[in-house]
């Protein structure tokens, strides 16, 4: 689960990292009132969104004064921000950070993320922050060194000596750096969380370091944990299907294409569309509805899937494993009973009484209903019908 920077630095704050006064505003009268609070004439704008990259599109902006920084708002309120990491609609633009400026001598991109290769913890360093990290990596790639944390020992002093020294820090700030990086680290374990970003950490002209800038990511599966987490998504951030599939505890995300999916294993989901796409269509979503699926489950899938209007044909294709196929088969026909769905439906049944529901699928007398033992005529079959013009 993603949070939005001002959610980021009020949890940097409770752990005593600095990070500058600012306040978050829905409205211009709210950005008016937050301007008054704040000290100095230089103010930034930020675009709160769950995305990176704002700032290469106009989502975060210096403003000279406070009739330059409403200004600014005005036109950001509303605005849908397209970055590298949005859907291709952009996301709109509906709260807007406003944050005092900060006079800064040096930039560093800081952040703490897991290793799937090396199974460990990443402390990822560049001497050049306020950049885009790939950017770095692609041109400067000596700029950039990721320290690999054991879980099973935590952050060292040693970790914090082999930063300092690559970062070419003078030692007088050393213990700032160390404490700050050990809180850090403090967050990431203790709130589950997958990624904390800070680009750029700044090291201001009184040699205090500031978080300018706050990305954080959480473990959707340890949310339970951590009830001040999760009262901190936003759901206007995603997609509303994906939000209903979450909270019926369906591993749903939204593609491009038009052939439904609705597949019960996730090893068994991805084989699924990689099909699809051999035979030259594409899948219009991820949808898991776990090893263990219902037929109220389908039923749940099905409503989902049939919401989109880019769907052409829905795909259902099962292995019974823990769950028998005919009672699979049961939740189909009564789904198809109830929803009747607009566009072909092609299942495919394979394991335990695969045959007993196949033979219950024919005999529905059900429009549109298609049955196949094979994965790749069904899927064959599936492509071919979302090719049809109606």
């Known amino acids: 689960m993603n949070i939005h920077e001002f959610q980021a630095k009020e949890i940097l704050r409770d752990y005593d990292i600095n990070v500058a006064k600012g306040a978050t505003a829905e409205n211009l009268e709210q950005v008016g009132k937050i301007l008054d ?14 995305a990176g990259g704002r700032g290469l599109v106009g989502g975060v902006k210096i403003a000279k004064s406070r009739k330059e920084a409403l200004n600014i708002a005005s036109n950001m309120f509303g605005m849908r921000l397209v970055t590298l990491q949005t859907p291709k609609e952009g996301i709109l633009v509906n709260k807007i950070y406003i944050e005092e400026g900060l006079n800064f001598k040096q930039e560093i991109y800081l952040s703490l993320t897991f290793d799937r290769n090396n199974e460990n913890i990443s402390l990822i360093v560049s001497k050049n922050g306020g950049v885009g990290i790939e950017e770095t990596a692609k041109t400067n790639p000596k700029f950039i060194k990721a320290i690999g944390i054991d879980p099973q020992i935590g952050l060292r002093d040693f970790h914090t000596k082999e930063l300092i020294e690559f970062l070419q820090i003078d ?14 680290y403090k967050i990431y374990i203790s709130k ?12 201001t002209q009184d040699d205090e370091f500031y978080a300018l800038d706050a990305k954080m990511s959480f473990d959707d599966s340890a949310l339970f944990r951590h009830a001040d987490i999760a009262a901190l998504n936003d759901e206007t951030q995603s997609d509303p299907d994906e939000n209903t599939a979450k909270r019926q505890r369906l591993n749903y995300i939204k593609l491009d294409g038009n052939v439904g999916c609705v597949v019960n ?37 099905f409503k989902l899937i049939l ?83 109606k």
């Not at 030692?171 to 850090?184: P, R």
């Not at 589950?192 to 090291?203: G, K, M, R, S, T």
């Not at 829905?314 to 196929?325: D, E, L, S």
């Open 37 to 50: 609070e704040l000290n100095g004439e230089i103010f930034a704008v930020k675009a709160q969104i769950h």
């Open 307 to 389: 919401n989109d209007n880019r769907v052409k044909v829905v795909f259902v294709n099962i292995f019974g494993g823990i769950v028998r196929c005919d009672r699979i088969a049961e939740g189909i026909i009564d789904a198809c009973e109830s929803i009747k769905p607009s566009v072909p439906v092609v299942v495919r049944f394979d394991g335990t009484n695969a045959e007993k529901a196949l033979e219950m699928l024919k005999n529905s007398a059900l429009d549109k209903l298609y049955a196949s033992a094979d994965l790749f005529e069904g899927a064959k079959l599936a492509v071919e019908l979302a090719k049809v013009k």
């Open 192 to 203: 589950d969380a997958n990624l904390i970003e800070i680009n750029p950490l700044v090291l």
């Open 265 to 301: 294993g996730a090893g068994l989901a991805m084989a699924t569309m990689d099909i699809i796409k051999e035979l030259g269509a594409n899948a219009a979503n991820f949808l898991d509805v776990g090893g263990s699926a219902t037929g109220e489950g389908v039923a749940k899938a």
């Open 171 to 184: 030692k007088i700030l050393w213990v700032k750096l160390d404490k700050l990086l050990k809180n850090l």
